[in-house]
């Protein structure tokens, strides 16, 4: 797989990862249905710039180790192809269950706070650095070009926040949101099966650790 495929199938992969409703995707949505549309756009940008810490912990850090010991290379896909795996099966088991929101914050707009609370909220995740670290693992070389380490960060920050972004524009607006509650078991059952096969996709490589 060359270096530019593998980036595009990152950033897929990242995508998916980032409409799976979780911990981010509620506060983002909370936000923008509690408080305003502004503050669910300055939430979205601060789960931008958490994306683009932990690729560049990923670019940076993870594949200066990885180059130097080759079974924690093999070792980290096979983990992270079992835990994409099992979170493929909670975001599958909760298709069918509505999303909880806190319909008493009612607090005063204030978006630096608003920023704050998605950045904090997107770093303070660990099941997002395992799964940044599991995506990188399992399709960028183990020596990637330099215009990755350039290209990649902000592209994932489009990702990330343009993804959130669409979510507080949604979650602001009452029919949007009623469409896309309306079809969340598919939607999540659509995402979970792509994270699942990229799970799989980890472990059945796992030896080739050139790839």
């Not at 756009?41 to 180059?67: D, K, P």
């Not at 998605?118 to 990188?136: D, E």
Request: hydrophobic share 50%.
């Amino acid at each position: 797989m060359s270096a530019s495929t593998a980036s595009l199938t990152i950033l897929v992969a990242l995508l998916l990862g980032a409409m799976s409703p979780g911990p981010s995707f509620v506060i983002v949505a909370r936000n923008a249905i509690g408080l305003s549309r502004g503050d669910g756009l300055a939430t979205a940008l601060g789960m931008g710039i958490g994306g683009v810490f932990f690729s560049g912990i990923a670019l940076l850090g993870l594949y200066t180790l990885l180059a130097t010991v080759e079974w924690l290379y093999v070792g980290l896909k096979v983990a992270g192809g079992l835990y994409l795996i099992y979170l493929a099966s909670k975001i599958w088991r909760g298709a069918a269950k509505p999303l909880a929101f806190d319909a008493s914050q009612t607090a005063s707009t204030n978006p630096r706070k608003s920023f704050w609370i998605g950045l904090s909220t997107q770093l303070s995740n660990p099941k997002t650095a395992v799964y940044y670290g599991s995506i990188f693992a399992a399709l960028l070389p183990q020596h990637p070009p330099l215009w990755c380490y350039f290209a990649l960060p902000p592209a994932i920050f489009a990702i990330e926040a343009g993804w959130y972004t669409m979510v507080a524009l949604c979650f602001s607006s009452k029919r949007p949101r009623d469409v896309y509650l309306r079809w969340k078991a598919w939607i999540d059952r659509v995402a979970a099966s792509a994270v699942a096969a990229l799970g799989l996709r980890l472990i059945l490589t796992a030896h080739k650790v050139g790839i």
